[in-house]
């Protein structure tokens, strides 16, 4: 497999713009005879998919729930980057790019992280002229906050709804291009396969998730925008249709998987209840701007938190961390908030959580300022809970979150497949091993918004449209493929739910693959997974038909593709001998406990190929350079 | 807790339902009420019938695809809150509850308690944009927007989709939906260009899809999970009726 990220030559600051220059451009008159799909419709699908259709593409943009507003974009709470350093704090497209680098712990890409950084300013610009309503200040103006892992102020929000806004200024862009006729949209439609023809992605097959029917579609460029992996966990704080299966099944195609085993367990998520909980909802980072994390210094102690006294309270990443204190970034956040119930000072009735605290800073500003900053989070909160965090510290604990890992893609964000096109959370570009937050969402429309319009055309300029249709030989034999693979899960007939599946796959993933990993316990993990995904195959419990809306039957088909990809995690973490950002070996730390990152071996992104059902994937390197910035260790002391 | 549950149940959009009974046993007040019938759906599959179907994806109150008609309130009995961060606390033991999908003919029944909701996107295809095509953006901070009038915007914005209103209004209406867009968009000084064919095209693209006429009664901002005011509607009557006296409606 050849890879080549295409990183074009010069000065850091000019390569985006020198790229920009060279490349190749469709004419405006072309334009309309290509045909685009766009899988997903989240912040990267939806602003590619209008942005696309704006400049005169054809576009087939595929979602599945019952309306592209739902993506889960649409949960992302506290905030998006980016340097417009209004707040006068000296903050610049050199500092976001290398705040992004070392959070990432040196694990990315220095070309996209800077033209990430560089394109950043015109998405508040773009989504402004939009309509999105950010907070302002008295005079008018845009209102900033920070975020983890940053000393300055660059995060623009619409109070605790930031991904809401953002992704209905992009939805609205889509239904106007819909409104065009420029863009088709499929809604309840899961995309199931890939196609390629002649090597090249020519379409997808896709399932009408109401009556069953199994589709193929043709396009001059296939682009994948499905989010995240972050379900094979089970409890997550993705949404719960959130799957891998886009993804993974191109991957089977032939399209390689960056860095899987970095995944994000974000620090202030409210605790797991009970057994019977589905899922995991996250409280913005944003809390930790204001909120003070501690536990008691005392293992065991049962008090009331507001009858444990100041000194026996240990306010442990202000202690460890004093220059960043309660915003260091997630990784550090979450493993020591796990340390801290390791030793058993975790707190609640599980033991595993931390308080995240207002009393200070209701002291200090008053309860009608944290209402404003906070109220709706803090109103989620009673409402999961049913305690009052005005009153009661929050109980916090780290979960699943966000996937850094996805199919890996070049500078133009086509993956190792011509005409296959990924983006936002779907690839692996960005983050390196840890993202920051409100990054997400400024990567999400960077390339959907700045980025993909350019490159794409680059493509087809060289490729043109040829009149393909989905009536040949390599879309039949895939649908078969699809149509075969939902008739065996139907017919098993076992005696186990799906959910029972899921849930033993993510307790598995989580406790060996999760926020620390040891070659033992990975090792362990690589037994566990296939014998269950053997038994998955053997005695799942699929009812109802093909020919209606089956729930259970699409759960199944996404449940099916999370246990081939909980095994290159595995692998891929049992593989990096080394810690660095959220993938924590526990044989590789510093004394003080700290990621040890082992830059002489292993600076590269790991690269899966995929070689068939019952034969381990072909590892390969893509070789990390520093040329603009010297990894070091990453301190936030 | 044990409760009893009267759920509708129909099989697809041209056939006739009704309701069934269940036993929701063991379950426990942290529960959410979602995962109250996870719990009913494991023990139907492990029966061999069919489980119920019903819409849910985020499940924090967001995305806006869960909706539940619970003992005939849209979300259920606690105020502001979506179906999926309604907590089984709120209900005791013993309790028979009522289940059912949102009911408007402008919403027709796919599945049990799924409906089609794709009258809402339609109704946004009619104007419920700001058209600005993407890199044609002025600097963000060019244009001041007074802080009341963003935070005004945003109370608008906040809306989910999830058609609660409709739901719970005598009248099937979706103005209050209609109006939150509108008003959304009309208080920013980058809506203004648009304002006046934004308000007349989406609500006649409302009327179209079958949803009946506002006449004040405010149910719809009861069962709002995001308790959208229904002064948005009083601001979008303005809106629309302005329109036929400004120079730049079409």
Same mark, same amino acid.
């Given at each position: ?141 845009? $209102? ?188 550090? $956040? ?8 390791d030793e058993g000072r975790g707190v609640g009735a599980t033991g595993l959580g931390v308080y995240l605290d207002f009393r200070d800073a209701i002291n200090r500003l008053g309860k009608k300022v944290i209402e404003e900053r906070y109220g709706n989070l ?59 937050? $409100? ?199 | ?51 119920? *179907? ?51 003919? *402008? ?46 915007s945003m109370d608008a914005a906040t809306c989910i989709g999830c058609g609660a209103c409709v739901a719970a209004c005598p009248n099937g209406s979706a103005m209050l939906f209609t109006s939150a867009k509108i008003g959304h968009l009309n208080l920013l ?57 400004? *120079?730049?409606?079409?």
């Open positions: 497999m050849k890879l080549d990220a295409k990183i074009p030559p010069g000065p850091l600051a000019e390569k985006w713009d020198n790229h920009l220059n060279s490349i190749k451009l469709v004419s405006p008159a072309n334009k309309r005879k290509y045909r685009i799909i766009i899988v997903g419709s989240g912040l990267g699908g939806a602003s590619a998919a209008a942005s696309l259709a704006e400049l005169g593409y054809d576009i087939d943009c595929f979602c599945y729930q019952d309306s592209p507003r739902r993506a889960h974009s649409i949960a992302a709470q506290g905030g998006i980057n980016a340097t417009k350093n209004y707040p006068n704090d000296n903050d610049s497209i050199w500092r976001l790019f290398y705040d992004t680098i070392k959070g990432g712990d040196y694990r990315a890409r220095e070309a996209n992280v800077y033209r990430l950084a560089q394109v950043s300013s015109n998405i508040i610009d773009q989504c402004v002229a939009q309509g999105v309503p950010f907070a302002r200040e008295y005079g008018g103006q845009l $209102a900033n906050r920070s975020f983890g892992g940053a000393q300055v102020s660059r995060t623009f929000y619409a109070r605790g709804q930031t991904g809401q806004q953002l992704l209905l200024g992009a939805y609205q862009a889509l239904q106007r291009m819909i409104a065009a006729g420029k863009v088709t949209m499929h809604t309840r439609t899961e995309m199931l396969d890939l196609v390629l023809v002649d090597g090249r992605a020519r379409g997808i097959v896709t399932r009408d998730m109401v009556t069953g029917d199994i589709q193929s579609y043709a396009a001059d460029a296939v682009v994948l925008a499905t989010g995240g992996y972050g379900n094979v966990f089970f409890l997550s704080t993705n949404a719960k249709g959130c799957n891998t299966t886009a993804i993974w099944r191109a991957h089977k195609r032939g399209a390689a998987f960056a860095n899987p085993c970095f995944t994000q367990i974000h620090p202030t998520c409210i605790p797991v209840s009970n057994e019977y909980q589905s899922k995991l909802t996250l409280m913005s980072e944003s809390l930790r701007n204001d909120g003070r994390i501690w536990v008691s210094k005392k293992p065991g102690d049962k008090r009331p938190p507001n009858d444990i006294p100041e000194d026996e309270r240990d306010y442990y990443l202000e202690r460890r961390y004093p220059a960043f204190g309660n915003l260091v970034p997630r990784d550090v $956040a979450s493993r020591n908030a796990k340390m801290v119930c803090f109103e989620m909160y009673e409402r999961i809970t049913g305690e009052n965090p005005y009153e009661v510290p929050m109980r916090i604990y780290p979960a699943s979150h966000y996937t850094m890992g996805g199919l890996w893609v070049d500078y133009n964000l086509m993956s190792n497949i011509p005409g296959l096109y990924v983006i936002g959370e779907a690839n692996f570009s960005d983050h390196g091993a840890n993202r920051l937050g $409100a990054s997400a969402l400024m990567q999400g429309l960077a390339d959907g918004y700045f980025v993909l319009p350019n490159t794409i055309g680059d493509f087809l300029a060289e490729h043109r449209p040829d009149g393909l249709t989905a009536d040949g030989n390599e879309f039949r034999t895939v649908e078969n493929d699809v149509a075969d693979n939902v008739k065996k899960l139907l017919s098993i007939n076992g005696s186990r739910s799906v959910d029972s599946f899921h849930k033993e796959l993510g307790k598995i993933v989580w406790d060996y693959c999760g926020m620390s990993r040891n070659k033992e316990g990975l090792q362990k993990a690589l037994t566990l997974i296939p014998a269950l995904r053997e038994e998955f195959w053997n005695d799942v419990k699929v009812p109802g038909d093909n020919e209606e809306i089956n729930q259970s039957l699409e759960k199944a088909g996404r449940v099916a593709e999370f246990m081939e990809l909980a095994e290159i995690m595995c692998l891929d973490a049992l593989g990096r001998e080394e810690s660095c950002g959220a993938h924590y070996r526990e044989e590789y730390q510093t004394p003080e406990g700290e990621a040890l990152r082992n830059d002489e071996e292993f600076s590269y992104v790991s690269v899966w190929e995929y070689s068939g059902e019952f034969s381990k994937p072909i590892f390969h390197k893509e070789h990390l350079q520093f040329e603009f910035v010297t990894p070091t260790q990453r301190s936030y002391k | 807790m044990n409760v009893t549950l009267k759920v509708w149940r129909q099989k697809g959009p041209n056939q006739s339902g009704g309701f069934a009974e269940y036993k929701a046993e063991g379950i426990i007040e942290d529960m959410s009420f979602l995962e109250m019938l996870d719990t009913v759906n494991e023990s139907l599959i492990a029966k061999g019938e069919t489980p119920i *179907a019903f819409d849910n994806d985020c499940r924090e109150g967001i995305c806006g695809m869960c909706g539940l008609v619970i003992n005939g309130i849209p979300h259920g009995p606690s105020k502001g809150t979506t179906t999926c961060e309604l907590y089984m606390r709120h209900f005791k033991d013993g309790d028979t509850i009522v289940i059912e999908p949102w009911r408007s003919v *402008a919403f027709p029944v796919m599945k049990d308690l799924i409906v089609d909701r794709s009258a809402f996107d339609r109704i946004i295809q009619a104007g419920g944009y700001i058209s600005c095509k993407t890199g044609s953006a002025i600097d963000a901070n060019t244009i001041p927007v007074p802080k009341p009038i963003a935070d005004r000084p980058q809506g203004k260009p648009e304002r006046f064919n934004r308000a007349v095209h989406m609500i006649e693209a409302m009327e179209a899809e079958g949803f009946g006429g506002c006449t004040n009664h405010g149910e719809c901002e009861a069962a709002c999970p995001k308790s959208v005011s229904i002064d948005f509607i009083a601001l979008v009557n303005r809106e629309y009726m302005g329109a036929f006296c400004a *120079a730049d409606f079409e």
